[in-house]
């Protein structure tokens, strides 16, 4: 390969031209150059893996650029453009394909080497084009959970990795969530829904399990905290055209009165922000439900039309199209997911040693739940490790 040629041709990327920024990359330039910077790059290939076709091919799969974006609103592409997407990924295709061998080093002594692997990037990215709506493009490929900031969205890079199959008891409500977020990546218009009920029942963990189970089918989370609800509609304008499917989750939900939050949040459930945005839906949890902190002297205040100030407060919850209710388990529930949790951590405990050790710390601890019965196993294993 004549490398000052192909050089040349790489300063060409138009809609990849953000390749151009990446480290590996710029010192690939730098190397056909002046040949004092091959270490350099292959400590940089070394350090993600120790093949450059592989880098290369993760950078053009994920790149988030104006024909992607283009292709995920589903606008029409212009015919230059297709040529230089085409031009483009061949000459990336060199590129990918590059050995250490192609570069002349002169000295005669051993240089270290890299990988390569045939990759075809012009089929690979018309398929990928075709998989937007599962796979995404930019940070949503690479990531699936997310957080907001004063700044946008950032990626939470080691999510919950609460599993479905490891959770017992709940069946009918985990159901209910799983069927409402089967229609959302369906296309089919799914509820916005609240998770309410007991402590330690485990309605974040459901949520949590669910994306973990259908993130590979497009499925994104985008997890708000209450004091951040301001913030959501700019990040729902965001995402709004996104290929990819959103769930916006906001935790242990409560307000106080005289909370603006409450009245924005009431405003974007009532559709004036999310209004036709069909990827997008808001699972909330809250141990009230009807989320407003309220005291008796509240309702005996001197307002003249109380009643409606009261049925304001309680109306948010009716703004969710499905409520599933989580109650703290009966004694029976309990021991099954005491027993679950101990076959998990491998726990070597007689049923009715189990049975008496995990009722005796549920009473220690605020009661039977499933929060409560992973702490006692957690508890016991460590114990019983000390004693092993």
């Given at each position: 390969?004549?490398?000052?040629?192909f050089?040349c041709?790489?300063?060409?990327?138009?809609?990849?031209?953000?390749?151009?920024?990446?480290?590996?990359?710029?010192?690939?330039?730098?190397t056909?150059?002046?040949?004092q910077?091959?270490?350099?790059?292959?400590a940089?290939?070394?350090?993600q893996?120790?093949?450059?076709?592989?880098?290369?091919?993760?950078?053009?799969?994920?790149?988030?650029?104006?024909y992607v974006?283009k292709?995920?609103?589903?606008?029409?592409?212009?015919g230059?453009?297709?040529?230089?997407?085409?031009?483009?990924?061949?000459?990336?295709?060199?590129?990918?394909?590059?050995k250490?061998?192609?570069?002349?080093?002169?000295?005669?002594?051993?240089?270290?080497?890299?990988?390569?692997?045939?990759?075809?990037?012009?089929?690979?990215?018309?398929?990928r084009?075709i998989?937007?709506p599962?796979?995404?493009y930019?940070?949503?490929?690479?990531y699936y959970?997310?957080?907001?900031?004063s700044?946008?969205?950032?990626?939470?890079?080691?999510?919950?990795?609460?599993?479905?199959?490891?959770?017992t008891?709940?069946?009918?409500q985990?159901?209910?969530?799983?069927?409402?977020?089967?229609a959302?990546?369906?296309?089919?218009k799914?509820?916005n829904?609240?998770l309410?009920?007991?402590?330690?029942?485990?309605?974040?963990?459901?949520?949590?399990?669910?994306?973990?189970e259908?993130?590979?089918?497009g499925?994104?989370?985008?997890e708000?905290?209450k004091?951040?609800?301001?913030?959501?509609?700019?990040?729902?304008e965001?995402?709004?055209?996104n290929?990819?499917?959103?769930?916006i989750?906001?935790?242990?939900?409560?307000?106080?009165?005289?909370?603006?939050?409450y009245?924005?949040l009431?405003?974007?459930?009532?559709?004036?922000?999310?209004?036709?945005?069909?990827?997008i839906v808001?699972?909330?949890?809250?141990n009230?439900?009807?989320?407003?902190?309220?005291?008796?002297?509240?309702?005996?205040?001197?307002?003249l039309?109380?009643?409606?100030?009261?049925?304001?407060?309680?109306?948010?919850?009716a703004?969710?199209?499905?409520?599933?209710?989580?109650?703290?388990?009966?004694a029976n529930?309990?021991?099954?997911?005491?027993?679950?949790?101990?076959?998990?951590?491998?726990?070597e405990?007689?049923?009715?040693?189990?049975?008496?050790?995990?009722e005796?710390?549920?009473i220690?601890?605020?009661?039977?739940?499933a929060?409560?019965?992973k702490?006692?196993v957690?508890?016991?294993?460590?114990?019983q490790?000390?004693?092993?």
């Open positions: 390969m004549d490398l000052k040629q050089q041709e790489l300063k060409t990327l138009v809609i990849f031209h953000r390749i151009l920024e990446d480290k590996t990359v710029q010192l690939v330039l730098k056909i150059d002046d040949s910077y091959y270490c350099q790059l292959c940089s290939i070394y350090d893996g120790a093949n450059l076709s592989d880098i290369i091919y993760k950078m053009v799969m994920n790149d988030e650029n104006i974006l292709k995920a609103e589903n606008k029409s592409i212009p230059v453009m297709e040529q230089s997407l085409k031009r483009e990924l061949n000459i990336l295709q060199k590129l990918c394909d590059l250490s061998e192609e570069f002349s080093l002169g000295m005669n002594i051993e240089y270290p080497t890299w990988e390569n692997t045939s990759y075809d990037l012009v089929k690979d990215y018309e398929k084009i998989d937007l599962k796979k995404g930019g940070i949503f490929a690479k959970v997310f957080g907001i900031n700044q946008g969205l950032f990626p939470i890079k080691h999510p919950d990795a609460q599993s479905l199959k490891d959770m008891g709940y069946e009918q985990r159901s209910l969530l799983i069927k409402n977020t089967l959302l990546l369906q296309g089919m799914a509820n829904a609240l309410y009920g007991d402590a330690g029942t485990g309605k974040s963990s459901t949520i949590k399990a669910v994306v973990n259908y993130h590979d089918q499925l994104r989370l985008i708000v905290k004091k951040q609800i301001a913030l959501l509609p700019s990040i729902i965001t995402i709004s055209n290929p990819l499917k959103f769930i989750f906001i935790d242990d939900l409560s307000f106080s009165s005289n909370d603006d939050d009245i924005a009431k405003n974007i459930l009532e559709g004036s922000t999310t209004s036709n945005k069909n990827n808001i699972y909330a949890t809250s009230r439900r009807h989320f407003m902190k309220e005291n008796f002297s509240d309702r005996a205040g001197d307002e039309h109380r009643n409606d100030t009261i049925q304001e407060t309680m109306s948010l919850a703004r969710f199209g499905l409520t599933i209710t989580f109650q703290k388990p009966g529930l309990y021991l099954d997911i005491v027993k679950q949790y101990a076959k998990e951590y491998g726990l405990l007689s049923d009715d040693e189990l049975k008496v050790k995990a005796a710390f549920a220690r601890n605020n009661g039977r739940s929060r409560t019965a702490q006692f957690e508890y016991e294993k460590i114990n490790s000390i004693l092993d």
